[in-house]
Nanobody
Framework: VQLQASGGGLVQAGGSLSLSCRAT????????MGWFRRAPGKEREFVAG????????YYTDSVKGRSAISREKGKSTVTLQMNSLQAEDTAVYYC?????????????????WGQGTLVTVSS
């Protein structure tokens, strides 16, 4: 299974970005998918996740209200729209496929990981 993430880049504070991730190979569309990020000097953290149906969505508090994760039901492509970006959002963002249909916040609950896409927010 391979995950291809795209959409990162340089954006000014207050701006928006849309990150996309597509999983290919022998992957099940019944798995939850998530986005994590690792900022310089910090540990990897959960950002957002979505279950297999797209009906349940989860966000970390720092992005809640200004981000939206989506996927087509049963598809292995997930999009994360991030608005009102702040310098604290600067990080490498990783998408991942969960072990099952649920969406854990712990990285150990994910089986496959993408290579990461860098988001830099300038203030």
């Amino acid at each position: 299974v391979q995950l291809q993430a795209s959409g990162g880049g340089l954006v000014q504070a207050g701006g928006s970005l849309s990150l996309s991730c597509r999983a290919t190979g022998r992957t099940s569309s019944n798995n939850g998918m998530g986005w994590f990020r690792r900022a310089p000097g910090k540990e990897r953290e959960f950002v957002a996740g979505i279950d297999w149906s797209g009906g349940r969505k989860y966000y970390t508090d720092s992005v809640k209200g200004r981000s939206a994760i989506s996927r087509e039901k049963g598809k292995s492509t997930v999009t994360l729209q991030m608005n009102s970006l702040q310098a604290e959002d600067t990080a490498v963002y990783y998408c991942a496929v969960a072990l099952g249909s649920v969406v854990p916040r712990d990285p150990s609950g994910y089986r496959y990981w993408g290579q990461g896409t860098l988001v830099t927010v300038s203030s």
